[in-house]
C-alpha cells in the first residue's frame, strides 16, 4: 500500500513565504511523475505544479515565478517552496503522483491535502 502525507500547510501573510512537503511511503518500487494542486472554497481543484522523475517543473501562469516545486528522490518526498504569497493562493493544497507499488502496477495516489490560508 501506498500513502501520500502533506505537510508544512498554515497560515502566511501576504509576500510570506510556505514551504509544503509530500512524503511517499510504502510498498514503492517506482515514482514517476508527481505534482502539486490546489482547491480554493468553491472552486474547482487545479493543477499547480507539476514535476517529472528528472526534475523537470512546469507550473500554472499565476505561480509561474512565485512557486517552485522540487524533489529528493532518495527520501521518496516531492517539495513546494511558496514565495511571495497572496490571497488568492489560500487553498488546500493536495500532493498527487504517478507511482508503482511493488505489488500493483502504476496507478496515481493523492495525499489528504493541507491547508495554506494567506491573510494580514
Known amino acids: 500500500q501506498v500513502q501520500l502525507v502533506e505537510s508544512g500547510g498554515g497560515l502566511a501573510q501576504p509576500g510570506g513565504s510556505l514551504r509544503l512537503s509530500c512524503a511517499v511511503s510504502?510498498?514503492?518500487?517506482?515514482?514517476?511523475?508527481m505534482g502539486w494542486h490546489r482547491q480554493a472554497p468553491g472552486k474547482q481543484r487545479e493543477l499547480v505544479a507539476t514535476i517529472r522523475s528528472d526534475g523537470v517543473t512546469n507550473y500554472t501562469d499565476s505561480v509561474k515565478g512565485r512557486f517552485t516545486a522540487s524533489r529528493d528522490n532518495s527520501q521518496n518526498t516531492i517539495f513546494l517552496q511558496m514565495n511571495s504569497l497572496i490571497p488568492e493562493d489560500t487553498a488546500v493544497y493536495y500532493c498527487?503522483?504517478?507511482?508503482?507499488?511493488?505489488?500493483?502496477?502504476?496507478?496515481?495516489?493523492w495525499g489528504q491535502g493541507t491547508q495554506v490560508t494567506v491573510s494580514s
Open positions: 498527487h503522483g504517478w507511482i508503482q507499488g511493488t505489488v500493483t502496477g502504476v496507478r496515481d495516489y
Open positions: 510504502g510498498s514503492i518500487f517506482r515514482i514517476y511523475g
